[in-house]
Nanobody, 115 residues
């Protein structure tokens, strides 16, 4: 079993930056394919970015050039660096891990972008 705990959310103004972190329990983190999802009020949860256990990355078009996903296996931690934030980025951000068909979710962290 893997537990994921997100942190780093908050209230920022448009154009500012935030870095989200996701700490994973256990020793299997390096095997996990990891991703960030988000869910805005009244909308379905959507994929934001992913990083495989081979460090291959992928992003939704709306965040390309602004967000960077990374991982530090030695610290069992996933990151999402978010720059040039927009009000449309406002959502609860969730960490997701997948290995051998098993899927794990964190509890989410709120990101609010507002002037």
């Amino acid at each position: 079993q893997v537990q994921l705990v997100e942190s780093g959310g908050g209230l920022v103004q448009p154009g500012e930056s935030l870095r989200l972190s996701c700490a994973a329990s256990g020793s299997a983190f390096r095997l996990l394919n990891m991703a960030w999802y988000r869910q805005a009020p009244g909308k379905e949860r959507e994929f934001v970015a992913a990083i495989s256990n081979k460090f291959t990355t992928d992003y939704i078009d709306s965040v390309k050039g602004r967000f960077t996903i990374s991982r530090e296996n030695a610290k069992n931690t996933l990151y999402l660096q978010m720059n040039s934030l927009k009000p449309s980025d406002t959502a609860v951000y969730y960490c997701n891990g997948d290995v051998l068909g098993r899927n794990f979710w964190g509890q989410g962290t709120q990101v609010t972008v507002s002037s």
